[in-house]
């Protein structure tokens, strides 16, 4: 069975920091894919990066960037200079086979 | 990029009535889409997958004849909540497989939000 764990419930930052958000996955399977999402407050789901399992590489995307690091499962998600638009739950989910398992989302409060 | 629309965006309801969510790849085929359900803080949790002409699966726990879902056609998937009860209430989020797309890649639909009275 595959399991994503987001240890961090909430977090808050003041603008500026640095602000890393923890993933934790759990799979039996060789290939697989891992997503970022960010869910605002409307409830829409955005898609950040997808990551498959044969793709160690880490990504940066502007103030975005993730740590994909296969010995210890984890897929973390860092955020440079915060910004207060950046407020909203952020999930962490894994992919198999074509269904998705969710973390339990963790949510981030910039202030400014 | 590949759009999903659901329909309504938000619902209200009475207790003991049914009602019927869409969920549309409008710029691509979907032979799967999927059916999510997301209650106040907390995660999505993946409630059934639907192909395209046979009938859906359901997760462990999920009412299919409480949830019931159709997808006639490589566009259009539907769930109807069947006599509503409170507890019903949550977001439902539906997503999309392009069947010509990358393996597991799927996109999500804006959601519904389900309020039963």
């Known amino acids: 069975a595959q399991k994503v764990t987001q240890a961090q419930t909430e977090i808050s930052v003041v603008e500026k920091e640095d602000v890393t958000l923890d993933c934790v996955y759990e799979?039996?399977?060789?290939?697989?894919?891992l997503f970022w999402y960010k869910q605002p407050p409307s409830g829409e789901l955005v898609f950040l990066i997808r990551r498959n399992s044969f793709d160690e590489q880490n990504e940066i995307s502007g103030r975005y960037s993730w740590n994909f690091q296969k010995s210890t499962s984890s897929f973390n998600f860092t955020i440079t200079a915060s910004q207060v638009v950046d407020s909203a739950v952020y999930f962490c989910?894994?992919?198999?086979?074509?269904?998705?398992?969710f973390g339990d989302g963790t949510t981030l409060t910039v202030k400014p | 990029g590949a759009v999903v629309s659901q329909h309504p965006s938000r619902v209200i309801c009475k207790s003991g009535t049914s009602v019927k969510i869409e969920c549309r790849s409008l710029?691509?085929?979907?032979?799967?889409m999927f059916w999510y359900r997301q209650f106040p803080k907390q995660s999505l949790m993946l409630m059934a997958t639907s192909n395209e002409g046979s009938k859906a699966t359901y997760e462990q726990g999920v009412e299919k004849d409480k949830f019931l879902i159709n997808h006639a056609s490589l566009t259009l998937s539907t769930l109807t909540v069947t006599s509503a009860h409170p507890e019903d209430s949550s977001f439902y989020i539906c997503?999309?497989?392009?069947?010509?797309?990358?393996?597991?890649?799927?996109?999500f639909g804006p959601g519904t939000r389900l309020t039963v009275t």
């Open positions: 997503s999309a497989r392009d069947r010509t797309g990358l393996p597991y890649e799927q996109y």
């Open positions: 710029d691509f085929q979907a032979t799967t």
């Open positions: 799979t039996r399977d060789t290939t697989y894919y």
């Open positions: 989910a894994l992919s198999e086979a074509g269904k998705s398992t």
